[in-house]
């Protein structure tokens, strides 16, 4: 990806806050010197964990009010303040699945849905799972489930699909982790 | 990917209507009971094309304002009302790029960002592509380029990446296409 200069901003403003998201444009001056509003929606980067333990990979099944589906998808969660990716990694896996992964890396950082979001989300492979402790919040209601790393590209693929199951996978897949 | 049954959705507002996305709420019943606000923003269905040409892939450098960032990613934009993908995939790139593709494949329909987003998105591949009519909109700022199938990857891959790019070439890759 490239980097070239920014388009002057000539004013920014947040109009909704949610306390999950925040929405708001940009007013910008185009190269043409026209000012147009682009509007996006702000969230504090997240992270997805492919997880190994043997010759099987942790899955969390999952209901996702926003489309009204249940799916069965890799762990993942919000960064919280101060933490990096693979600190975020550790922590959501142990909460959601109640394993603590010894290794850790990140396999990739990129910006999602770069049309409309503002949000930026790290894949992060872990193995080496220990027993640690399960620990939901309140309102969470989360199944853990273990697929077989030879079926997990296709049960990511069928059905009612997430973008991030299955660039975790295939990412994992591409750096020789699968 | 699995579905059940929906949660009970006691009300749904629209709060934030910015002419790009809607902004809002649904308020829902959780299985122990309690109600709970879950926020999404609301977009249209997106396609994102892997185009072919012989041993390149096209290529689109364009400046992304919610990020204030330029992206060299794969051709990408909104369907419209009454298309499918391969329609919205066919005049996109037409639109961006002046090449129409005589050969489009769906590869994959996925949800994005299912934490926040209720946006749909289909990976189509596209080639057999002919000299067409190149029709951007106003305010549209787009630079055509071809990367190399072989280095295309690693292009999206480095530096500041987007999902989409990343995530058309591995489902190419995976597909046996590139």
New interface residues.
């Given amino acids: 990806?490239?980097?070239?200069d920014?388009?002057p901003?000539r004013d920014s403003v947040t109009?909704?806050e949610?306390?999950?998201?925040d929405?708001g444009?940009?007013l910008?001056e185009?190269?043409?010197g026209?000012e147009?509003r682009?509007?996006?929606?702000e969230?504090p980067p997240?992270v997805v964990i492919v997880a190994r333990t043997d010759d099987e990979l942790l899955f969390v099944?999952q209901?996702?009010?926003?489309?009204?589906?249940?799916?069965?998808?890799l762990p993942?969660g919000?960064v919280e303040d101060g933490e990096s990716y693979t600190e975020a990694a550790a922590r959501e896996l142990e909460e959601e699945t109640g394993f603590a992964p010894s290794n850790l890396a990140v396999l990739?950082?990129?910006?999602?849905?770069?049309?409309?979001?503002?949000?930026e989300?790290a894949v992060v492979y872990a193995d080496g799972l220990e027993p640690g402790e399960r620990a939901l919040d309140t309102?969470e209601?989360i199944e853990v489930r273990t697929v077989p790393v030879e079926d997990a590209?296709e049960?990511?693929?069928?059905?009612?699909?997430?973008?991030?199951t299955?660039?975790g996978l295939?990412?994992a897949?591409?750096d020789g982790l699968l």
Same sequence: chains 1, 2.
């Fill in positions: 990806m490239t980097d070239t920014e388009w901003v109009e909704y949610t306390g999950w998201y929405g444009y940009d910008v185009q190269p043409d026209s147009k682009y509007y996006w929606a969230l997240a099944e209901y996702r009010p926003a489309i009204r589906e249940t799916h069965l998808e993942a919000i990739q950082e990129y910006w999602v849905a770069t049309g409309v979001l503002r949000h989300r309102n209601f590209l049960v990511a693929r069928e059905g009612s699909a997430n973008d991030a299955i660039n295939l990412l897949t591409e």
